[in-house]
């Protein structure tokens, strides 16, 4: 009976299906090699058993091994070939030299280690060799710090921890060790950077050390840099001007032009700057130097640290003429009943300002005036206030204050003339012509 055309399709899938189901299941059945390179060995315990023993590992630390498995081919799908690990424990370890020390290999995780079998290498064992161990207990750690924190902000003081490394390994290697550097990235930093960082060793020409049989209690290091916000506050001084003594005659340098300061950024703000103190240029001499305590608001940390500042002040174009005055006047009084009289008739005085101006001063162009507020209802004679006119009003002073001799007097009206006066004319009539009564006493004297 012949089959119809669907049934023939139906009896080729199954038989092909049934023949992949065979294929498969021998093929799984089987087992196929696995190789796997370079696979680095882990040593444990090498700073603790070797350490206590006074023993380092010198060499094989980096040891890698091929490994070829056996396995059955459906366990090649789900293994991770990156999972398998080769351990060696270094607590055996008892002297030093060149020694084979056993591996283990550890499988991943839901793999069944009866069923792989290792095909290479034979013998399962790496090579090392152990030295006697060198310790240096205080080397420095120095911070390098690359880029630049943002406008406005100032670092503190950076913080390193552990402060200096211990290192050990063979005498020959750790004694090359000068230091060891972490760097720290701050480029535009706004706040406090706190990192843990890799450090690298370097030998005393400054080149790094690239060796890795020397170790240490510390793989890292943890670096903290505070940043805050700052400001620059200008210091400086108050100077005194008086005639003839002008800033612009001196020469003066402030050894600190500023201080940064951290805090209130209202207060800050309000400072502007900070007056050290207050110099009267008339006391300055040729040079002085003058030292300040910096003052600082309470509220407000100081960034620079400085407490102190020193002005250096010289004086450069004020010099001093000694004129004499000839020429008096006086003022401030206006009283019409009463005379005043300037009695000083010459007086020395000293002038102070610049040279240029000074030269051009000479007796004629100085007049001392008398300043009579004080003694405009007495009369008398009195030492007042002097004040000194110079021609052409000069920025000019004097180096003392003067003083001028004055005579107030009563005003005596004149004595009037002939006939201005009756009374007065009658009375030197009466005392010069003669009288009746007058008359009969010479008559009778002349009788008698």
């Not at 591996?103 to 034979?122: C, D, L």
């Not at 008096?328 to 300037?342: G, M, P, Q």
Request: hydrophobic share 40%; with cysteine; net charge negative.
């Amino acid at each position: 009976m012949e089959l119809s055309n669907g049934r023939k399709a139906f009896y080729i899938a199954a038989s092909v299906l049934f023949f992949f189901v065979i294929w498969f299941y021998v093929n799984n059945a089987s087992t196929v090699d696995l190789k796997i390179e370079k696979i680095p060995v882990e040593f444990f315990n090498a700073e603790s058993a070797l350490a206590n023993k006074g023993l380092v590992l010198v060499s094989g630390g980096d040891a890698t091994v091929d490994l070829v498995l056996s396995m059955p081919r459906s366990m090649v799908y789900s293994f991770n070939t990156e999972r398998v690990r080769l351990l060696a424990d270094l607590s055996s370890v008892n002297s030093t030299g060149t020694q084979s020390l056993r591996y283990t290999i550890i499988y991943p995780v839901g793999i069944n280690p009866s069923q792989i079998a290792v095909k290479s290498p034979a013998v399962q064992t790496v090579s090392i060799r152990v030295g006697e161990l060198f310790r240096k207990n205080d080397v420095e750690i120095r911070c390098k710090l690359v880029g630049n924190l943002a406008d406005g902000y100032v670092a503190g003081r950076v913080r390193l921890l552990p402060e200096t490394l211990e290192i050990w390994g063979q005498q020959s290697d750790v004694m090359k060790v000068s230091y060891a550097q972490v760097t720290l990235n701050i480029q535009n930093a706004r706040k406090t950077i706190v990192e843990q960082l890799d450090y690298t060793l370097y030998d005393y020409n400054d080149e790094p050390i690239e060796n890795s049989s020397v170790r240490s209690a510390s793989s890292s290091v943890s670096v903290t840099m505070p940043v805050i916000s700052a400001t620059d506050i200008p210091l400086s001084v108050r100077f005194i001007e008086s005639p003839g003594i002008r800033i612009d005659s001196f020469d003066y340098k402030l050894d600190r032009k500023s201080v940064t300061l951290s805090g209130d950024a209202n207060l800050i703000a309000e400072l502007g700057e900070i007056v050290l103190g207050e110099v009267v240029l008339a006391e300055i001499g040729d040079e002085q130097t003058i030292t300040y305590d910096i003052p600082i608001p309470e509220g407000v940390t100081n960034l620079s640290g400085a407490t102190t500042a020193t002005l250096t002040i010289s004086n450069r174009d004020v010099t001093t003429k000694d004129v004499t005055v000839t020429s008096f006047d006086y003022e401030n009084f206006t009283a019409v009943d009463r005379s005043v009289e300037v009695v000083t008739s010459s007086l020395n005085v000293t002038l102070r300002g610049k040279r240029a101006d000074l030269e051009a001063i000479n007796e004629d162009s100085l007049r001392a005036v008398a300043d009579l507020s004080g003694v405009i209802d007495a009369s008398g004679t009195y030492t007042v206030p002097a004040n000194l006119r110079i021609e052409g009003d000069p920025d000019v002073g004097t180096v003392n204050s003067y003083l001028l001799t004055v005579r107030i007097g009563s005003i005596v009206p004149p004595a009037p003339t002939e006939g201005q006066d009756g009374d007065t004319g009658a009375g030197q009539n009466a005392g010069t012509n003669e009288g009746p009564g007058g008359g009969s006493e010479h008559d009778a004297d002349r009788n008698g």
